[in-house]
């Protein structure tokens, strides 16, 4: 989950040491009092400003100015757009997002209460990521869900079931360590 910087505050440029300054880069910002002061930012990259109607993303190759006044903006992740998002399927989505892929399917079977399966989400969201165009990954609530745990006999949770062509491959029971999916799914790609 990602979130979003509400304030940046940028110190005066008299704070930072002249030699630290030298790798940095360069942006102009201009005060609220409207003297305009010369900063030097360390680079970040993934970083954009937002404001209502356009935004600037930061770069230290460039030397853009920044103008930074009071209607503000906000700082968000440019990373957010890049993450892959591991879709719930429900009885409805089941046959078309699983059972007719294209392509091999990982599922993870999981309920909010199940401690273990907290901590193979992340793990799930890396694959997703790791494996995209690939493999699609989806998850699904067992108690949201219960009839199709129960067509393919999910008796534990977390169950991570690797389908391909609509047929149950394979089988991985308990919060496990990524090694362990990535071989399961290596079998089936």
Request: proline residues 5%; glycine residues 6%; contains cysteine.
């Amino acid at each position: 989950m990602a979130g979003v910087l509400e304030t940046l505050t940028v110190p005066r440029a008299s704070v930072f040491p002249a030699a630290a300054l030298a790798p940095m880069g360069s942006y102009s910002v201009y005060a609220l009092s409207g003297s305009r002061k010369s900063v030097k930012l360390p680079e970040i990259r993934g970083l954009k400003i937002c404001y209502s109607s356009t935004s600037r993303s930061f770069s230290s190759s460039s030397s853009s100015s920044l103008r930074l006044d009071r209607r503000g903006g906000r700082i968000v992740c440019e990373a957010q757009k890049t993450a892959v998002e591991v879709t719930t399927v429900t009885d409805a989505s089941w046959q078309s997002l699983v059972l007719e892929s294209d392509s091999a399917v990982l599922v993870e079977f999981w309920a909010p209460w199940c401690g273990p399966c907290r901590m193979i989400h992340p793990i799930i969201d890396e694959l997703a990521k790791q494996y995209t165009g690939k493999l699609k990954c989806y998850k699904v609530n067992t108690d949201e869900s219960p009839s199709i745990a129960t067509r393919y006999g999910i008796r534990s949770i977390p169950t991570v079931i690797i389908f391909k062509n609509g047929e149950k491959k394979d089988a991985v029971i308990g919060a496990v360590p990524k090694s362990t999916l990535t071989s399961s799914i290596e079998k089936f790609l």
